[in-house]
Each structure stands twice: as structure tokens, then as C-alpha cells.
């Protein structure tokens, strides 16, 4: 478990990375603050996104999955208000920063699977 967080913090830092420098409106201060910000990605997405999921389980089957993507732009959005080195800008900029995060991580997963 401690081992997966780990590799998820370091994932994460790496994509918030690369989405500071694609997203312009998004700002971190410094690579202690990126680390934190990926670091608080992370742990909300080992803890509270399957609480989300759970409890929003009959608004995914309405939307055919397509709110799951709300979820995760909570998630981005209380990252942000969560890190104050990690300014997001506005909610376009949110959800342009959850698009890469949810890309990276899915071609990280497809790797992942066929190993």
C-alpha cells in the first residue's frame, strides 16, 4: 500500500509537472510545492475518490460514467484549494488539468496492464 502511494505521489508530481507547463494559467511555487501538491493528489485520490465514486454510484450509471469526470475535477479543485503553492487559475484551467491527469494516468494503467 505504502508502495503504491509512493509511486502514485511521484506520478502525480510528474503530471501536475507537465501540466503547469502546458496549462499557462497554472502556477506552482517551487518543486517543494508541486511535491506537496502531488503528494495531497494522491492521498485524496487513495482515500476520498472512492468515496465519491460509492456514493455517486447512481449518478454514474445515469450519465453512463461520464460524471466520473465531475469527480475527478473535485478532486483537481480541493487540490488546489488544499496547496497553496498550487494556484489553478480558474475552472477551465481545472478542468484542463484534470483532462492530462486522467490521460497520463490512463496510459499509465494501460502500460501497467499489459506487463
Known amino acids: 500500500m505504502i508502495g503504491r502511494l509512493l509511486a502514485w505521489w ?3 508530481t510528474a503530471v501536475l509537472g507537465i501540466a503547469v507547463l502546458l496549462v499557462g494559467s497554472v502556477t506552482v511555487d517551487g518543486f517543494g510545492g508541486l511535491a506537496a501538491a502531488g503528494l495531497v ?3 485524496l485520490n487513495a482515500f476520498l475518490r472512492p468515496i465519491l465514486v460509492i456514493l455517486g454510484a447512481p449518478l454514474h450509471v445515469i450519465t453512463l ?3 466520473l469526470f465531475l469527480v475527478n475535477v473535485a478532486i483537481i479543485a480541493l487540490t488546489a484549494y ?3 503553492a498550487l494556484d ?6 481545472v478542468l484542463e ?3 492530462i491527469v486522467w490521460a497520463a494516468s490512463a496510459a499509465l494503467q494501460l502500460v501497467f496492464q499489459k506487463s
Open 10 to 12: 511521484a506520478f502525480n
Open 97 to 99: 488539468v484534470t483532462v
Open 82 to 84: 488544499l496547496v497553496d
Open 41 to 43: 493528489l494522491a492521498l
Open 65 to 67: 460514467g461520464l460524471s
Open 88 to 93: 489553478v487559475g480558474g475552472f477551465v484551467s
